[in-house]
């Protein structure tokens, strides 16, 4: 068993919608959950970054955390077609170690 | 503030030849790493280094030589290529959270 699992998609969704991405992991020493967002032929770019259980909202991205189900989420308010990305997600106990998800393939359609 | 670079952008290189990816961060960071990105398989650990003077191996370190040069540079090294190692190759540093470079995608013939 891989110790995050990311869907790996595509999901298509139309402009405006609300997008729901989401990881499982299987460590509860992890402690540190984040999402990059990777457009095509660039680097991973750090979104968002929580620790613990919760919630975080930064503009339209809200990133949400539930420990006790080791389930994380990402949702996208009012997507757009500039969020056509591939978003991973990762995590870490804090030390050396990050664990990344293959990534989902997002396309907001116009 | 330019963050993490690496170079080259892009790399041909035939069986057998060897090659040095070099990668610079400005953020002052203590660790950095390096992986590789393979469609299907996600970022994968190749060598990291937790702090000036020290290298350990990740997940996928055979073929490969790192050198961290000081706080500022960690090079990744391919002695003798193979068609395996054809990959996206990015560097990152981080305090808690990574930052990533641009990556270098190299193709080996």
């Known amino acids: 068993q891989k110790e995050v699992e990311q869907d790996p998609g595509p999901l298509s969704v139309p402009e405006g919608a609300i997008v729901s991405l989401n990881c499982t992991y299987s460590n509860s020493a992890f402690q540190y959950f984040m999402w990059y967002r990777q457009y095509s032929r660039k680097g991973p770019e750090l979104l968002m970054y929580t620790y613990s259980s919760g919630n975080k909202e930064d503009g339209r991205f809200t990133a949400q955390v539930d420990k006790s189900s080791k389930y994380i989420s990402l949702f996208i308010r009012d997507s757009q077609p500039s969020d056509s990305a591939t978003y991973l997600c990762a995590t870490t106990s804090g030390t050396y170690k990050y664990i990344f998800g293959t990534g989902t393939r997002l396309k907001v359609l116009a | 503030n330019a963050g993490v670079t690496q170079t080259p952008k892009f790399q041909v290189l035939k069986t057998g030849q060897s090659m040095t990816l070099q990668c610079a961060q400005d953020?002052?960071?203590?660790?950095m790493y390096w992986y590789r990105q393979d469609p299907g398989m996600g970022l994968r650990l190749i060598y990291y280094?937790?702090?000036?003077?020290?290298?350990d191996k990740g997940e996928v370190p055979n073929g490969y030589n790192v050198s961290r040069l000081n706080k500022r540079e960690f090079s990744l090294r391919l002695e003798s290529a193979a068609p395996s190692q054809t990959s996206v190759y990015f560097c990152?540093?981080?305090?808690?959270?990574?930052?990533f470079g641009p990556g270098t995608r190299l193709t080996v013939l």
């Open positions: 990152a540093s981080s305090d808690l959270t990574q930052y």
């Open positions: 953020m002052n960071h203590n660790s």
């Open positions: 280094s937790a702090s000036e003077g020290t290298t």
